[in-house]
């Protein structure tokens, strides 16, 4: 299992338990708007995690995660001041190991709470934070979720400003453990001391002068579900605070949370990591397949959660340099194409002392920063998620985002039909990487990409909207076939659905009218909670089979356009399970002409 920063690896997470057991886009609750502002678009900078992690050759010669030190950090802060501070890039983000040794020990002051380690950090870290932010900058800092074993002692630690508490008075009594790795005993916010020791923690990082905090290991999520791994509790307490310090910091959690409790996150947080750590834990940084390719399949069912205030975080952004990375230029752009038009935080974690020149280009581009950092939605897919896929979302000035994705291992054409977005007829289109305008567009743009290659465009319509005829999935008029039965949807055009596209149910659209032969773009109105495939086929023919992406639960609607090919006239349409399991089906939409 790919972890998080903490424990990031199945070997590193048997060593440091090991060494532990020795030592929407909605506002936030009104409670937390002052801290909204943090985080009004996405945060850019840097983070350790991604050096520290790598066996690229010289970045830990101290052994694994050693690449954590002072010197290393105020490099790094130099280098962003010096090369990205001017297009936005701002945040120098610590991450996991700051109070550790170089065997992974940790060290703990004398109210239980993280002690920076001597050689790591010989100045102590509100010294760094300072240097941080004579910079112009600003310093981000690294927890894990709960009590760490560690800091117990035997269960009389006495908390900070907390008379009579201790470590036994903040934990349950048969110190069950929780977060990603069990490196920590589960806090019970039941008892009157708990709250104590996370005001403690904050009171701490902020008196530091700590402007950024990633909690880390935060459940549900972070490959642990259930009680004793849920972690809302605490994160409610970290939002509460971290507003008792009169100190704004933004709290972003990690990793792979929950969407089941995006409401929680976004009210008690400003961001949120929505998959497993980008890093390889190889010779480079990061890989096209483990995990840069994952985030195209996890990344469409969190996009209804994010904007201003709580944004979906992505994770590191690794293109700036080239063989260390790991990734083909093509990889490379792709990477940076989907972090931008999803609005995830733009935070890399290269050696930016060593940006070669076309990851300098790829990172200070200002058109695609515009795109992250301006006032339109977050882009999601408009195509089912096959191997080639277009992604868009149309911008409050009336033009649209536009992305082509090759996730294919060998070249191949991808196409943008503008029915897709809406409208027909002709469109300008402007090339974001190359700044470059490509002249008017008649109903599609279609580009020849390099395997996991990518092209981005903004593209303003000259054309007309384009009207539709619907067709409601439980209509009496439709066939079902198999285990396809109707079902009460909520959240349905109709309050009906049709489900049980399982092991060969099917539905079929009877009578589906159209005035000319030709290939539609229809669009299909679905809800999974998880990805699913289904064949789609016309009046009988050879069906394609598509892979529709999740809608985060079994509550909420999505849709993508499937291209179909009908005949003059009235038509048949039928989804076909197979021998899988499809998405209950809301109904289908045809253009007109």
């Known amino acids: ?276 750590d980008v890093e390889c834990y190889c010779n480079t940084l990061v890989s096209w397949e483990n995990s840069v390719d994952d985030r195209w399949d996890d990344t469409p069912a969190w996009t209804r959660h994010a904007g201003p205030g709580c944004w979906n975080d992505l994770d590191s952004l690794d293109v700036g340099n080239g063989q260390m990375d790991g990734l083909t230029k093509a990889e490379r752009q792709s990477y940076a194409t989907l972090w931008a038009i999803a609005k995830s935080p733009l935070y890399t974690g290269d050696d930016l002392t060593r940006l070669d020149s076309y990851g300098l280009s790829l990172l200070t581009n200002r058109e695609v920063i515009a795109l992250n950092q301006g006032p339109n939605p977050p882009a999601h897919p408009v195509t089912p998620s096959d191997p080639q896929q277009v992604w868009a979302s149309k911008n409050p000035d009336g033009t649209y985002t536009v992305a082509l994705f090759n996730l294919a291992d060998a070249p191949a054409a991808v196409t943008a039909d503008w029915s897709t977005l809406g409208f027909t007829g002709r469109a300008a289109v402007r090339d974001l990487w190359n700044h470059e305008n490509l002249g008017t567009h008649r109903n599609k743009v279609t580009q020849a990409l390099p395997a996991h290659g990518s092209r981005l465009f903004t593209v303003t319509p000259h054309g007309s909207a384009l009207t539709y005829t619907g067709h409601e999935a439980e209509s009496s008029a439709n066939t079902l076939g198999g285990n396809a039965s109707v079902a009460d949807c909520s959240a349905c055009s109709n309050g009906k659905k049709v489900g049980n596209l399982y092991l060969g149910g099917k539905l079929t659209f009877n009578d589906v009218m159209v005035a000319k032969a030709g290939t539609y773009q229809i669009k299909v109105s679905y809800i999974s909670g998880d990805a699913r495939s289904v064949d789609v086929s016309a009046n009988g023919g050879g069906a394609t089979r598509h892979k529709l992406p999740a809608t985060g639960d079994w509550g909420t609607v999505s849709s993508v356009y499937v291209p179909v090919t009908l005949k003059a006239g009235a038509n048949t349409i039928t989804f076909d399970s197979g021998t899988g399991y499809a998405p209950d089906i809301d109904r289908i939409d045809v253009p007109k002409s």
């Open 1 to 276: 299992m790919r972890s998080s920063s903490y424990f990031a690896m199945p070997a590193r997470a048997l060593l440091v338990l090991a060494l532990t057991a020795v030592a929407v886009p909605t506002a936030h609750a009104a409670d937390t708007a002052p801290t909204a502002a943090l985080a009004a678009k996405p945060y850019m900078g840097w983070s350790s995690w991604s050096m520290q992690s790598s066996k690229y050759p010289g970045l830990n010669p101290d052994g694994d995660y050693s690449y954590l030190t002072e010197a290393n950090v105020l490099k790094q802060t130099d280098a962003l001041a010096a090369k990205l501070k001017k297009y936005g890039y701002e945040y120098v983000n610590i991450d996991a190991g700051w109070w550790m040794d170089k065997t992974w020990k940790s060290g703990f002051d004398q109210y239980g709470r993280q002690k920076p380690d001597p050689i790591r950090f010989p100045h102590g870290m509100k010294a760094v934070a300072d240097r941080i932010h004579a910079k112009g900058l600003k310093a981000g800092i690294y927890l894990p979720a709960g009590l760490e074993k560690g800091a117990y002692g035997d269960g009389k630690t006495p908390i900070w400003n907390a008379d009579g508490c201790t470590t036994a008075d903040i934990v349950y009594d048969d110190l069950r453990t929780t977060n990603g790795w069990d490196s920590a005993y589960k806090l019970d916010f039941s008892k009157p001391c708990t709250s104590k020791y996370i005001d403690s923690q904050a009171r701490l990082i902020a008196d530091w002068g700590y402007d950024f905090l990633k909690l880390d290991g935060v459940g549900p999520g972070s490959g642990k579900s259930g009680d004793q791994y849920d972690n809302v509790a605490d994160v409610a307490a970290w939002n509460s605070a971290i507003a008792g310090t009169g100190r704004p910091i933004h709290l972003e959690l990690s990793w792979s949370l929950d969407i089941g409790h995006a409401a929680d996150w976004k009210k008690y947080s400003q961001g949120w990591r929505v998959d497993t």
